[in-house]
């Protein structure tokens, strides 16, 4: 992948997770909208975010995105569950007038049926980039037979401020959340595959499923758990309760490419990355969950 060349200055997409996870959106953002320039951040020395409180989120959340825009980001996709549940009124007022997309509202609409999940209010989407579940609430919440009923799987931090609930309550849709706070480290840590990894997921789902013991779909409501959706499935498949997975990735991406004007340049994808601690295990790291090398990985002091 190149880095940024001398040619007139293509789109450029800032994307910002507190660590490895939101490769997982880069990745679907790559093929979708791939005339523009990229800057991905990962605030890995201060993660996790999802263990913090919603002021030392949005502290942090608010410096890495301000960071994106001094970068010259035309759009901010804020590629954390975290950060979009706690801070995002925070980031779209530092943003402002740039637009900014979350994760929350395009990872519940996903769980929509597909006979209600469509780009049939791509317009109102271009106004209202990430929508606010208030607003959702506001409309008609039809109830319907046979409706997926969602179990939601979250940080801790998210799953305390019920954006998911919300969102998917707002939608008519039925949902449960659960806190996985040890899935984070272990997937920053690489352990994607890994016995320990496999226990843990196992013992989180069977407290999930006594809980929510009718849920069909399972949405991940963390961008780094789509790192462990084979993980997921097995341990699901074992635990006889194999359900519909959807995570926020491609349908946040999805909603980030509605709302721009077709490319006018055939310029090719460039990226930048930008990790706030160590560059070597983020290059490492990072290479594997986006699928391609991450060749220009350079680190930023954001302070604490
Ligand atoms: N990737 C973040 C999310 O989607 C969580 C990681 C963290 O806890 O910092 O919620």
């Not at 801790?156 to 998911?164: E, G, L, N, R």
């Not at 496999?198 to 963390?222: F, K, Q, S």
């Amino acid at each position: 992948m190149n880095e940024t060349s001398s040619q007139p200055k293509p789109l450029t997409i800032g994307v910002f997770d507190s660590g490895f996870g939101g490769l997982t959106v880069l990745r679907a953002l790559l093929p979708l909208i791939p005339h523009a320039h990229y800057i991905y951040l990962g605030d890995t020395a201060r993660l996790p975010y999802g263990s913090k409180s919603r002021e030392t989120i949005a502290r942090y959340a608010v410096s890495s995105s301000r960071f994106l825009l001094d970068q010259g980001a035309d759009i901010l996709v804020i590629a954390c569950n975290t950060a979009t549940a706690l801070a995002l009124p925070e980031i779209q007022a530092a943003a402002h007038p740039i637009p900014v997309f979350g994760v929350i509202q395009p990872g519940a609409e996903a769980a929509l049926p597909a006979s209600r999940n469509g780009a049939n209010d791509a317009n109102d989407k271009k106004c209202h980039p990430e929508r606010s579940a208030k607003r959702e609430v506001e409309g008609p919440a039809v109830h319907t037979a046979g409706a997926p009923n969602v179990l939601v799987l979250a940080t801790t931090a998210t799953v305390q401020s019920h954006a998911y609930l919300q969102a998917l309550t707002a939608l008519g849709l039925p949902a449960t959340e659960k806190a996985c706070p040890l899935l984070v480290p272990l997937v920053e840590e690489g352990w994607i595959d890994h016995p320990v990894t496999a226990e843990v997921l196992r013992i989180y789902l069977l407290e999930a499923l006594a809980e929510a013991p009718n849920a069909t779909t399972l949405l991940l409501g963390c961008t780094h758990y789509p790192l462990l959706k084979p993980l997921i499935e097995t341990t699901l498949r074992n635990l006889r309760h194999p359900m519909h997975i959807i995570d926020s990735a491609q349908a946040t991406a999805q909603a980030v490419a509605s709302h721009l004007p077709p490319s006018s340049t055939n310029q090719p994808t460039t990226c930048n990355f930008y990790a706030t601690d160590s560059i070597e295990k983020f290059q490492h790291l990072g290479t594997n969950f986006l699928g391609q090398p991450l060749n220009h990985v350079h680190h930023i002091d954001l302070g604490g």
